[in-house]
Every structure is written in structure tokens, then in C-alpha cells.
């Protein structure tokens, strides 16, 4: 008889046919921050906290020092600075720009990579400029909302981000961004696209966190339908050919297909993003103590890299690397 149990018989066996080991420098912490001298704790994702700019930056040290290798910033805008043309999103000293320089000041081996999009500056809570037209129908202008990401882009390049993402799914903002930092000569800040962006009611909970929800309509236009996989390639195609240097899905736990899909299609580095949702899901069932969450947690992370990412953003990325235990 053939059995297949041989390999599953002691620690050590196991460990040797393990295909998918997790590391903390396959994690990417995001981070919500905040004007505020004080922190907040975020009331729809236990757990997370909205930081001032001193603690931001000692909690990305931590990370850092559990060798979680980057972070990922989201600004929570005070709303009398939301505008319809988002001008904040490229103020060359608003929150995210200080915050980069302070991050790389105090910790020149963490990789700072920001979130390019309209949502937190905007007063329409959408990630690009909103118009009405003569039917009074919400319209998402695509290239005007191009030329405000590349400011955005370049500002935050001067600031000192290593990466830039762009997570508005505009079409062909990663082109657009590429020359506006090349003639900036920001030549080595990299582009990881959000290429495969889902418009998923998964992400609640972080609108909730920064007050950053759309205030008419939905994200449909431009976000694809979650019925959808072909697209996620054409997607892809478009943005490798773009000259994106890393893309990414997301959700994750949801769309494991749609990286698996994504891995296969591109040579490029990919990346999934846990979105809120996913978190909060996990955390109140482990809070319920439903769910064992130390174990939960690391089976939704392998699985998420075992269908095809090398890198997962994750509010778990500090947990999950103290449970790994790799730290310095
Ligand atoms: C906005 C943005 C969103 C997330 C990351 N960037 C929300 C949205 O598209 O509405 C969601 C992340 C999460 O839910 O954890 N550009």
C-alpha cells in the first residue's frame, strides 16, 4: 500500500516537507496615524490603534525590530482639510510627509511605502475626483484624478518613501506615476500597484477607521466586481507593461484564486493585502474565543502565501511575527 502518512509522521519529518514556511519579512505592517497628540484606539478593529506621529514611529521601530522589513501609511484627514480637488494629498508638509521623514530618520533600514489614492483627502470620500454630469450621475474622472496621484507620488518621494502604492485603480496611473517620478529623477522609489482590486465589503472596518467612506455612491466603477477573475490578468498585463514593480490583490482570504491566477501571469513580486475585514472577522472570533487566534491567524497568512504571495500586508504582521519569533 502507499501511505502518504509516512511524511506526516514526526515534527521532523513535517518539517522537511513543509512547501510553505512564513517569515516575518514576508509581512507589511499598515499603520493608521492621525494629527492628534494622542492615540486612538480604532472601535471597528480591536486591536489597532490610530497613532500620533511620536508612537507611529516608535511602533514601526517594534515591527522593524521583529523583523517585519516595511510599513504602509493611512492618514486619517481632519475634515476641514478635505477638499473636492484632494489639494492635501500633495501638501508638502501634511501628515503622511512628516511621518515619512520622521520614520526614515529614526529608522533608515525600515522601507516606508505610502498609499496613493484620493479617499482620505477628499470630500467626497472617493479615491478619485467626483463629478456630477447633465443626468446628475456620480462620475469618477479618470484623468484628472491621474494628475493629482502623480503630485501625490512625487511629493511623497521627496519625503523619502521607498515605495509608492497606488490603490485607486484608475487606468493608467502606473505609467503616469512612473514618468512623473522618473522626471523628478526618483528613479529607484518603486511602484507597488494594487493591480487586482476588489470592490469588496470587506473593507468597512478601515473606512470606519479614518472616516473615509464614499459619501454618495460606490467604489464599483472603478474597484472590479468580486464575480471576476479574467480581468484580474488583464489587470495584471497592463500594469507589469506599465512598469509596476510589484502588484498586488486584494482582498486575500477571499481571492487565494485570483493570486494563484496573478503568480502565474506575472514574474513580478506579488502581494495580498488581509484587508479589515478579514482582521476583524479572525479577532472577534478568536475574541469569542471561538477560534484559537494564534493558529487561525497563521493558517490564514500560509495560506495566502502558499497560493502565491511573497509579501502580505497584515494588521496581524507584529502578532504574527512575535509568534514566529525572529526578531533581533
Ligand atoms: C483606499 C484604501 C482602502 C483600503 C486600503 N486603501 C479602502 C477602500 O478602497 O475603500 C482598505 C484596506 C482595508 O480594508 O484594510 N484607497
Known amino acids: ?10 515534527p521532523a519529518i513535517r518539517s522537511m516537507i513543509c512547501e510553505t514556511k512564513l ?3 514576508d509581512f507589511i505592517l499598515p499603520m493608521f496615524l492621525h494629527e492628534d497628540q494622542v492615540d486612538t484606539p480604532i472601535s471597528s478593529m480591536p486591536g489597532v490603534t490610530r497613532w500620533c506621529l511620536e508612537s507611529l514611529v516608535r511602533e514601526a ?9 516595511a510599513v504602509v501609511l493611512f492618514p486619517k484627514i481632519e475634515e476641514s482639510l478635505k477638499t473636492p480637488g484632494a489639494e492635501e494629498s500633495y501638501h508638502s508638509n501634511g501628515l503622511i510627509p512628516r511621518a515619512i521623514r520622521a520614520l526614515k530618520e529614526a529608522h533608515p533600514t525600515l522601507c516606508v511605502i505610502t498609499d496613493i489614492a484620493l479617499d482620505p483627502y477628499n470630500s467626497d470620500g472617493h479615491d478619485g475626483i467626483v463629478r456630477r454630469n447633465s443626468r446628475g450621475e456620480l462620475i469618477i474622472l479618470n484623468d ?24 485607486d485603480m484608475m487606468d493608467g496611473r502606473v505609467a503616469a506615476i ?3 517620478l522618473d522626471d523628478e529623477d526618483f528613479t529607484d522609489v518603486s511602484i507597488l500597484s494594487y493591480t487586482a482590486k476588489y470592490a469588496s465589503a470587506l473593507y468597512g472596518p478601515f473606512r470606519g477607521a479614518l472616516d473615509s467612506a464614499p459619501k454618495d455612491g460606490d467604489k464599483k466603477t472603478y474597484q472590479m466586481d468580486p464575480a471576476n477573475s479574467r480581468e484580474a490578468v488583464r489587470e495584471t498585463l497592463l500594469d507589469e507593461d506599465e512598469g509596476a514593480d510589484m502588484l498586488m490583490v486584494k482582498p486575500a482570504g477571499f481571492y487565494l484564486d485570483i493570486i494563484s491566477k496573478v503568480r502565474e501571469t506575472t514574474t513580478l513580486p506579488v502581494a495580498a493585502y488581509q ?5 476583524l472577522m479572525l479577532k472577534s472570533a478568536a475574541a469569542g474565543g471561538w477560534l484559537d487566534e494564534r493558529t487561525v491567524v497563521l493558517e490564514s497568512l500560509t495560506a ?25
Open 1 to 10: 500500500m502507499i501511505r502518504p502518512r509516512r511524511n506526516r509522521r514526526t
Open 23 to 25: 517569515s516575518s519579512a
Open 61 to 69: 521601530g517594534e515591527a522593524h525590530a521583529l523583523g517585519i522589513p
Open 144 to 167: 484628472e484624478t491621474i494628475d493629482v496621484l502623480c503630485q501625490q507620488a512625487v511629493c511623497h518621494a521627496r519625503a523619502g518613501a521607498d515605495i509608492v502604492a497606488p490603490s
Open 178 to 180: 512612473r514618468a512623473a
Open 275 to 279: 484587508v479589515s475585514g478579514e482582521y
Open 304 to 328: 495566502i502565501k502558499r497560493a502565491g504571495a511573497d509579501m502580505i500586508l497584515t494588521y496581524f504582521a507584529k502578532s504574527a511575527a512575535s509568534w514566529l519569533g525572529e526578531g533581533k
